[in-house]
């Protein structure tokens, strides 16, 4: 009888992350939560540790493998938002907008990446945002360090193919989950900008919330983690894949001015 495959999905305790870790347990898969909660969604083995902590990383994986000798899937969905003008936005707040998303990423990585090459092979699937395609205006650092999360993933994935371990970003486009509640807001320079910044995040977070369930995004990535060949980067949902398509197609001073009749008008 094969040995039941191991999954570990950070952010998994809400939103797409607690999606994906549902959809991947209906499949038959041993799945580990991480988050920075004390407790993890019932019916879970729950790792308290922060990602933006390579050493928290380095011993969350540790504690991962001294319950199962594989680890087969990391799925990277923590992360956070900010919003605000990139002139007003503090430095501090950038910085952990990044180090969060983009290196916290980078550090779970890291982490597993030698198990993986000692048992043979693996999957890492990082969870980016559409804004990665489309950078939005007064979403500046988020939709930078999904971006990042790109460029990583697609690096990482030439990296890695010599030792049997695939990797691709997988990215959501609005999703309807507990991420615009808590999305870390600096209104600063509003009345300098008219009143557009505040009318951006608005519509903004009008959008998240009439989005589709994170259930979408977490069956793709159950999904991918069983299929036999990976492309580098997945768009989520048959309209952002049609926008995806339009933008790449569109001359860049055209798509970047749509977008900014959408957000910073």
């Known amino acids: 009888m094969a040995e039941t495959k191991a999954a570990l999905v950070t952010g998994g305790s809400s939103g797409i992350g607690l999606s994906c870790a549902k959809a991947l347990k209906a499949k038959g898969w041993r ?15 729950h790792i308290r540790a922060d990602v933006s902590d390579p050493e928290e990383c380095r011993r969350a994986v540790e504690a991962v493998l ?28 950038a910085e952990s907008q990044v180090r969060v998303n983009l290196f916290g990423t980078a550090n779970m990585c890291k982490a597993v990446i030698p198990q993986m090459r000692q048992q043979g092979g693996g999957r890492i699937l990082n969870v980016s945002s559409f804004a990665a395609l489309t950078p939005i205006p007064f979403q500046i650092w988020y939709s930078v360090s999904k971006a990042g999360i790109n460029s990583f993933t697609m690096a990482l994935a030439n990296e890695l193919r010599p030792f049997g371990i695939s990797a691709a970003a997988i990215m959501p486009g609005d999703t309807k989950t507990g991420f615009t509640d808590v999305r870390r807001k600096c209104p600063e320079g509003d009345e300098v900008y008219r009143g557009v910044i505040s009318r951006s995040v608005a519509k903004m977070e009008k959008d998240e919330r009439g989005g589709m369930s994170p259930d979408v995004a977490g069956s793709l990535i159950a999904r991918l983690a069983g299929k036999k060949r990976l492309a580098p980067l997945y768009t989520v949902g048959f309209g952002y894949k049609c926008l995806a398509l339009l933008f790449k197609l569109l001359p860049a001073a055209l798509s970047n001015r749509i977008l900014g009749k959408m957000y910073a008008t």
Not at 34 to 44: C, H, K, N
Not at 76 to 83: D, E, H, L, R, Y
């Open 66 to 93: 001294r319950c199962t000798a594989r680890l087969d899937l990391l799925v990277n969905c923590a992360g956070f938002g900010i919003s605000g003008a990139a002139e007003f936005t503090p430095e501090g707040e």
């Open 31 to 45: 799945v580990f939560t991480l988050s920075r909660r004390d407790a993890g969604p019932e019916g879970f083995e």
